[in-house]
């Protein structure tokens, strides 16, 4: 793992841009982003995501090729980046825990979004930003099923169901403000 701007994720973006739309062309299906957290502990990276997001916001990074197929998501992983909040170890519907998303984490993986998202000439909207439980109840194992991934479904203070939409929303504001 090593940490890195979000210009040097711009970098790595575009040198992956071509192996990226190449997987994802195979697949008759857009580049994609995932959205993730790892029911881990702040400070805890796992090599399934390509980008981790840690307690303060910081970026790191498992490869140093976004094209790179990794395990993070059911039968969406060819042509598609994982990005994951290093978070919510112990977490329930009911109860947080001791380890939730914290703002600047929530602010980061909207930035990590907009930056991919402008790398790769991707939209940012439902169809090629989501998150693990949106994707996951698209594939019969999410929230509106059985429960069994349900990541970034809610978030601190936001409404079940809402949390792809919050992090999309704010990622579309950094795009259109040109903040990263
Ligand atoms: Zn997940």
Redesign the pocket.
């Known amino acids: 793992m090593y940490k890195v701007t979000l210009e040097e994720l711009k970098q790595l973006a575009l040198k992956a841009k071509n192996d990226l739309w190449a997987l994802a062309r195979a697949n008759d299906r857009d580049v994609k982003v995932y959205l993730?957290?790892s029911a881990g502990h702040y400070g805890q990276f796992f090599s399934d995501y390509h980008i981790n997001i840690d307690k303060d916001g910081s970026v790191y990074m498992s490869t140093n090729d976004l094209a790179t197929v990794l395990a993070?998501?059911w039968r969406r992983n060819s042509g598609a980046i994982g990005v994951?909040l290093a978070a919510c170890y112990d977490a329930t519907t009911q109860n947080w825990g001791p380890e939730p998303p914290t703002v600047a984490q929530i602010e980061a993986m909207a930035q990590v979004v907009c930056v991919l998202a402008n790398a790769l000439d991707l939209t940012i909207d439902y169809d090629r930003v989501m998150t693990?439980a949106e994707a996951a109840n698209e594939d019969g194992y999410g929230p509106q099923q059985t429960w069994e991934?349900w990541?970034l479904w809610i978030l601190p203070g936001v409404s079940l169901g809402e949390g792809g939409n919050i992090i999309r929303g704010k990622a579309n504001w950094y795009r259109q403000n040109g903040v990263t």
């Open positions: 993730h957290w993070h998501t994951s693990h991934r990541d």
